[in-house]
């Protein structure tokens, strides 16, 4: 019964602070022992009994830090030393006294009761390797012997292979179910159709913008063009010819330069004196055209009614004063020379002026 029995980690740590303190308590000899290292000292005679035991106690280096005053061991120190009690008491189970329970063993009782029977069932005959691992290995079901270092780190570092999985074939599609080739055209999606639409209303945007402004520096350069050159009226010269004396009868309008030059040629009466002279076809009102009529032998405007008699003294509406009359005279070549540059005005007496007048008798 006792060899099936295998010691817990909690009771091989009791045992081997047991251990250490009875060692501290034996060798400082004028030191009083205290009530904790005495009790377990009653445990050192049954130890030191057995000669096998004790040599492998002395083999172990676990009594070192013990002579150092009292230190307390470390857990590898007290697992050496456990192992070399467990190993004594496995050798002789029947010279532990049943009824001596130390107080620090106590409470390794119960983790001894949750013990796995795997562990209950190892052998617990010394004799084979027994490390930590071996140990716990064996605690934890991994073998049920004990086991070495190497099988032990095996166990530790190989995880559980896992069968592998294998997925089962997939059945295959039916023709129904099969896709079927479209022959309709591409179709567009929402996002390429919105992109299309935006690049359009972009380029045409773009397109009128650039038109736009193309037109507008069309115009500008056409304006510039036509700053450049100076505004320039075709006006008739100032100067012109109307025919020898001969062609002006006494008494006669003639009409036909007034659409060209603005001119009445009229030989007339004028105080007494017959005349050749040309008249401005210009109403002395506000500027109107006044029309010859031959019936009434007067000047009428059609603005506002001003009259005007054959030599341009006027005498009803509201003209203030006479027409004007243009310089005139007989050229070299024997013609009527007419000088729109130079007037004349009768309210300023300047009609007496030779040049104002051709004598026609002359
Ligand atoms: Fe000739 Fe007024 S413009 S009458």
């Not at 004196?273 to 007067?298: D, S």
Request: aromatic content about 6%.
């Amino acid at each position: 019964m006792a060899e099936k029995k295998k010691l817990s980690t909690a009771e091989i740590l009791a045992m081997a602070r047991g251990k250490a303190a009875e060692a501290s308590a034996a060798k400082p000899a004028g030191e009083s022992p205290s009530p904790e290292s005495a009790a377990p000292a009653s445990e050192l005679p049954a130890a030191s009994a057995e000669p096998d035991s004790a040599a492998a106690v002395e083999k172990k280096p676990a009594p070192k830090p013990a002579a150092k005053g009292g230190a307390r061991p470390s857990v590898a120190e007290m697992m050496a030393m456990a192992r070399a009690q467990g190993g004594a008491k496995s050798a002789a189970p029947a010279e532990k006294p049943p009824t001596e329970k130390k107080p620090v063993e106590k409470p390794a009782a119960k983790p001894a009761a949750v013990k796995p029977a795997a562990e209950k069932s190892a052998p617990a005959k010394s004799g084979g390797p027994k490390d930590t691992a071996s140990i716990l290995a064996a605690a934890r079901g991994a073998k049920p012997g004990p086991m070495t270092k190497a099988e032990a780190a095996a166990a530790a570092t190989s995880p559980p292979a896992k069968p592998k999985a294998v997925a089962p074939p997939m059945p295959t599609k039916p023709d129904y179910a099969k896709p079927s080739p479209k022959p309709v055209a591409k179709a567009v999606s929402a996002d390429e159709s919105r992109r299309g639409f935006l690049h359009v209303m972009l380029g045409s945007f773009l397109g009128i913008g650039m038109t736009s402004l193309a037109s507008v520096s069309a115009l500008w350069t056409l304006g510039f063009a036509r700053f450049m050159f100076p505004n320039i009226l075709t006006e008739p010269p100032s100067r012109f010819k109307a025919g020898p004396k001969e062609g002006f009868s006494p008494g006669t309008v003639e009409e036909k330069f007034k659409a060209q030059y603005g001119v009445w040629v009229v030989n007339g009466d004028y105080n007494g004196q017959q005349q050749i002279y040309a008249l401005k076809t210009v109403c002395t009102h506000l500027g109107c055209t006044p029309n010859w009529l031959e019936a009434e032998q007067k000047f009428k405007c059609p603005c506002h009614g001003s009259g005007f008699y054959k030599d341009g003294i006027n005498f009803e509406g509201p003209a203030p004063r006479p027409l004007e009359r243009y310089a005139i005279r007989i050229a070299d070549d024997g013609q009527v020379e007419i000088d729109r540059s130079r007037t004349f005005q009768e309210e300023l007496g300047q009609w007496a002026d030779p040049a104002s007048f051709i004598p026609a008798t002359a």
